[in-house]
C-alpha cells in the first residue's frame, strides 16, 4: 500500500514552483550517502542505509525489492515529505536536502505519479493538466501533452468520466505540465488490467525522453522494470543492491539476493572447496584458469545457478519432490523441494510434472553458475 500523502494540497505542493534552469545538468537527481530512520524506531531500524544513485536527463530508472525494502520512502525522501536522517539530495545541480539544507517540496521541480492515480474529481481533464501550474502561466505544454498521452479531445471530461487508462495518462499528463526536473513514479500500472498497463509502460520511456525528464519507478515485478527502465535499482533491507542495465543484471548480479529476486535464480550453498572448486548439493563446480580458492571458508561462499542451468528426471525413488508450477506462456516455472533447498527451474512444456511428484535435479551439459562473492564463473563438472 502506498505511504504517500493523502491529502490534495501535499499532492499539488510539489508541482507549484520550480527552480531556474539556467543550466543543464547531467545527473538530473544526485543522492550520495542518505541514511534515513523514521521517528520513534529503535537506533538500530535503518528504513535506508548509505544508499548512493544517480538519475540522468531523460533517464527512467526502476526500483525493485520486496515490500518493506525502503522504495517509497526514498521516493518521500527526493520529494521532501521526509528528511534524510544523513546524507545529501541535490537536484538539477542544486542540493535540496543535507545536514544545513532543506528546500520545500514546491519548491524542488519533482512530479509525482500515484498509484490511485490522486486526480481531483472535480475538475477536468484540462483543470487537472494546469493545476500545477502557475496563474497565468502557458498553458501550450499541458496541452501538448494531452495530444501526447492520447487524450486530445478529452480536455472536458471529468475523471469519472475516463478509462483506468486515461487517468493513468492524465496523472502523468498533470505531473509533467511544470516541467519538473524529475518524476516520481509508486507503482502507477498496478490498478491497470494487463493489455493497458502493457500499453502504457511501453509508451512510458519515450514521453519522459520528450519531455527531457528523469524518472524514478517503483514496481514489485522485475519483468515490467527489466523491460522498459534504462537502469535499474535492486534494493533489500535499505540496502541498493546495485544499480545496473537490465542486460548487466541479468549477466551480472552483484548479489545472490539480485539474482533471486531479478532471475529467481537458486542460491546454493558450498559445502567444500579446493583451490579450483566449489562442491554443492547439486555436484561439483570448476573455476576458470584465473580461479584461486586457496583459504577460502566454504560457509561464506555461494552459488548462484539460473533456473534454465537445472532439469528434472522422473525417479520415484529420488531424493526430490515437485511442489508446484507456473504456466509462463512457453514453458513451466518449476519449484522442487530438495533437503533444505527449494529450487526453481524453468521446462518445457511438455514435461507435464505433477505436484508431489517424485524426481531428481540433475545440473543440464555444461551449465554455468556464478560464485559469490565476487560474481565468478562457473561450470558444472561432470559427475563422477
Not at 477536468?124 to 498553458?139: E, I, Q
Not at 519483468?223 to 534504462?230: F, P, R, V
Not at 555436484?283 to 580461479?291: A, F, I, K, N, R
Amino acid at each position: 500500500m502506498s505511504l504517500w500523502p493523502k491529502r490534495l494540497s501535499d499532492i499539488a505542493l510539489p508541482l507549484i514552483e520550480q527552480p531556474d534552469r539556467g543550466l543543464q545538468h547531467p545527473q538530473h537527481v544526485h543522492l550520495q550517502g542518505l541514511w534515513h530512520r523514521y521517528d520513534g524506531a529503535a537506533e538500530s531500524a535503518w528504513t535506508l542505509q548509505g544508499l548512493d544513485l544517480c538519475l540522468r536527463q531523460g533517464e527512467l530508472v526502476g526500483l525493485l525489492g520486496p515490500s518493506g525494502c525502503g522504495k517509497t520512502t526514498l521516493l518521500r525522501l527526493i520529494a521532501g515529505f521526509e528528511r534524510p536522517t544523513r546524507g545529501s539530495i541535490s537536484i538539477n545541480g542544486r542540493e535540496v536536502a543535507g545536514p544545513q539544507r532543506w528546500l520545500e517540496p514546491e519548491r524542488r521541480g519533482v512530479g509525482m505519479v500515484f498509484q490511485d492515480y490522486a486526480l481531483f474529481p472535480h475538475l477536468s481533464a484540462w483543470g487537472n493538466a494546469c493545476f500545477g501550474l502557475k496563474r497565468g502561466a502557458d498553458t501550450s505544454r499541458a496541452a501538448w501533452l494531452l495530444e501526447l498521452l492520447g487524450l486530445g479531445g478529452l480536455e472536458q471530461r471529468y475523471p469519472h468520466e475516463l478509462s483506468g487508462g486515461q487517468r493513468q495518462r492524465l496523472a502523468l499528463a498533470r505531473a509533467l505540465a511544470p516541467a519538473p526536473a524529475v518524476v516520481l513514479l509508486d507503482e502507477p500500472f498496478s490498478n491497470l488490467d494487463v493489455e493497458v498497463r502493457l500499453r502504457l509502460r511501453s509508451e512510458l520511456p519515450g514521453v519522459l525522453s520528450q519531455c527531457g525528464t528523469s524518472g524514478l519507478i517503483v514496481t514489485h515485478d522485475p519483468e515490467e522494470a527489466l523491460a522498459i527502465c534504462d537502469r535499474v535499482g535492486v534494493m533489500e533491507g535499505g540496502i541498493l543492491h546495485q544499480c545496473a542495465s537490465p542486460r548487466e543484471l541479468v549477466q551480472q548480479p552483484a548479489s545472490p539476493f539480485v539474482g533471486r529476486f531479478v532471475l529467481q535464480g537458486n542460491a546454493l550453498p558450498v559445502s567444500a572447496c579446493s583451490p579450483t572448486s566449489v562442491t554443492t548439493e547439486l555436484g561439483s563446480w570448476q573455476l576458470g584458469q584465473l580461479g584461486d580458492l586457496s583459504g577460502m571458508d566454504p560457509s561464506a561462499l555461494t552459488v548462484l545457478v539460473n533456473p534454465e542451468a537445472l532439469q528434472l528426471e522422473a525417479d520415484a525413488s529420488g531424493d526430490a519432490q515437485v511442489l508446484g508450477r507456473e504456466f509462463l506462456g512457453r514453458e513451466w516455472l518449476v519449484q522442487v523441494q530438495q533437503g533444505e533447498l527449494r529450487l526453481r527451474l524453468r521446462l518445457p512444456l511438455e514435461q507435464d510434472w505433477q505436484r508431489g511428484q517424485r524426481c531428481r535435479v540433475r545440473r543440464r551439459l555444461r551449465a554455468t553458475a556464478l560464485l559469490y562473492p565476487g560474481a565468478v564463473p562457473l561450470l558444472a563438472q561432470p559427475r563422477q
